[in-house]
């Protein structure tokens, strides 16, 4: 899947990536093709970290969320020993992306930290068997992505 097929045919976006990556003009791109952005606030549930994600994708229209258990898959391990977010977890999340039409978009770039980016790519490698994941290298989202601008752009 590319990037533009993700933007017509996809109600849901996931975008990830390694910290230190801009994400922001992708961002802006998905407003301007009228996908209201989430971000899912303060820490994880400390019972269920899925929760505020199932919430999220709960929402009506299209939607893009940054950042999601994907972070906290990678991120856990390598900052505090282990992930509060099970295999199962992300699983079921990526499904859930899936099923409301969705795909991850993995944002990719120069950074430092190359073992959150070998992380990244095991965890999408694996997640892909259940959600298409479409990878966008950040010097590439400098310039507009082709197709018509949505008329309605939200930002939450």
């Known amino acids: ?9 996809c109600r849901t976006l996931v975008v990830e990536g390694p910290d230190g990556i801009s994400r922001s ?3 802006a791109e998905l407003v301007r093709h009228g996908f209201t952005i989430r971000r899912s606030h303060g820490p ?5 970290p899925t929760q505020p994600y199932r919430e ?3 929402a009506p229209g299209r939607l893009a969320v940054d950042g999601s258990l994907l972070h906290e ?8 020993g282990r992930s509060r977010v099970t295999w199962i977890q ?4 990526a499904e859930a992306v899936a099923e409301r039409d969705g795909a991850l978009l993995q944002v990719t770039g120069e950074t ?4 959150a980016v070998r992380a990244y790519e095991r965890a999408l490698r694996t997640l892909a068997q259940h959600v298409p994941v479409v990878t966008l290298d950040a010097k590439d989202l400098g310039h507009p992505i ?3 601008a949505h008329p309605h752009h939200q930002l939450t």
């Open 1 to 9: 899947m590319i990037l533009h097929h993700a933007l017509t045919q």
């Open 25 to 27: 003009g992708l961002i």
């Open 44 to 48: 994880l549930h400390h019972l269920d």
């Open 56 to 58: 999220l994708l709960a």
């Open 73 to 80: 898959l990678v991120y856990g391990p390598l900052r505090r």
């Open 90 to 93: 992300a699983l079921d999340f």
């Open 112 to 115: 430092d930290d190359t073992e």
């Open 146 to 148: 082709r197709g018509p």
